[in-house]
Nanobody, 127 residues
Framework: HVQLVESGGGSVQAGGSLRLSCAHS????????MGWFRQAPGKAREGVAV???????IYADSVKGRFTVSKDNAKNNLYLQMSSLKPEDTAMYYC??????????????????????WGQGTQVTVS
C-alpha cells in the first residue's frame, strides 16, 4: 500500500522561501521517479519537478532556477525547496510517485496524469 503525505506548506510573502516534504511508504525511492505537481484554483494541474532513481531532475520552465527537488532514500522523504516565490506559485502542491522512465519525457516534466500515486496535497500561498 503506497502512502504519500505532504507537509511544509503555508503562507509566505513574495520573494520568500518554503520547503515542502513528502513522507512516503510502500514505494521504494529506487524505483523510476518521484515528483511534484500543483494545481491553482480554476487551473489545470501542472507538473513542477521530478527526480528519478539516478538523481536526474527535470523542472518546469516556470520554476527553473528557483525550485530544487531532492530525496533522501534512507528516510523515504522527497523534498521541494522553493525560493524566490511569486504570487503565481500559489497552489495546492502534491507529491507524486511512479511515472515512466524520465527518458520518455525528454526535457519535460511528466504530466500529472502519468503518476500512479499521489498524496492529499499541501497548500502554498504567496502574497
Amino acid at each position: 500500500h503506497v502512502q504519500l503525505v505532504e507537509s511544509g506548506g503555508g503562507s509566505v510573502q513574495a520573494g520568500g522561501s518554503l520547503r515542502l516534504s513528502c513522507a512516503h511508504s510502500g514505494y521504494p525511492s529506487s524505483r523510476h521517479c518521484m515528483g511534484w505537481f500543483r494545481q491553482a484554483p480554476g487551473k489545470a494541474r501542472e507538473g513542477v519537478a521530478v527526480v528519478d532513481s539516478d538523481g536526474i531532475t527535470i523542472y518546469a520552465d516556470s520554476v527553473k532556477g528557483r525550485f530544487t527537488v531532492s530525496k533522501d532514500n534512507a528516510k523515504n522523504n522527497l523534498y521541494l525547496q522553493m525560493s524566490s516565490l511569486k504570487p503565481e506559485d500559489t497552489a495546492m502542491y502534491y507529491c507524486a510517485a511512479e511515472c515512466r522512465p524520465l527518458s520518455y519525457y525528454g526535457d519535460r516534466v511528466p504530466p500529472p496524469t502519468d503518476y500512479n500515486y499521489w498524496g492529499q496535497g499541501t497548500q502554498v500561498t504567496v502574497s
